[in-house]
């Protein structure tokens, strides 16, 4: 299966439990792989014949950004209904998203959930 693959696409937004995070926020970043057909795009050099990441990239951060969750969880979960909805063409997506600034005390790079959604047939 053909990719497209968007990686470490950083926003600010609202995410966590805490009231701290609710009220300060933090950086989120977001690895998106796009599970698709892209042979007739490849033959065509056509941009309807594929998916304009330029618009994928807005949808994924309009969810960052503009809504709030406790849970990240609920946060990719969103991302990739979102995601397959607006762009039919689109098989499987899978989200990463990562937290660096994570409230856990301790050294770490980031604390992170991977989801993996299919279209609905």
């Known amino acids: ?7 470490n696409l950083g926003f600010y937004g609202y995410h966590g439990v805490l009231e701290e995070e609710k009220r300060l926020g933090q950086r989120f970043f ?11 795009a490849g033959k065509t050099d056509d ?6 990441y330029g618009l994928v990239y807005e ?7 503009e809504k709030r969750y406790d849970l990240i969880e609920a946060l990719g979960e969103n991302i990739c209904k979102d995601v397959l909805k607006e762009f039919p063409n689109i098989i499987k997506i899978v989200v990463q998203i990562r937290k660096p600034q994570a ?3 301790g050294l770490f790079d980031y604390m992170a959930v991977e ?3 299919t279209q609905e047939l």
């Open 103 to 105: 409230p856990v005390v």
């Open 30 to 40: 977001v690895d998106a792989v796009l599970h698709l057909d892209l042979s007739v």
């Open 59 to 65: 949808t994924i951060k309009k969810q960052v950004e």
């Open 47 to 52: 941009l309807n014949k594929t998916v304009h």
């Open 115 to 117: 989801l993996e959604r």
């Open 1 to 7: 299966m053909d990719k497209i693959i968007m990686k």
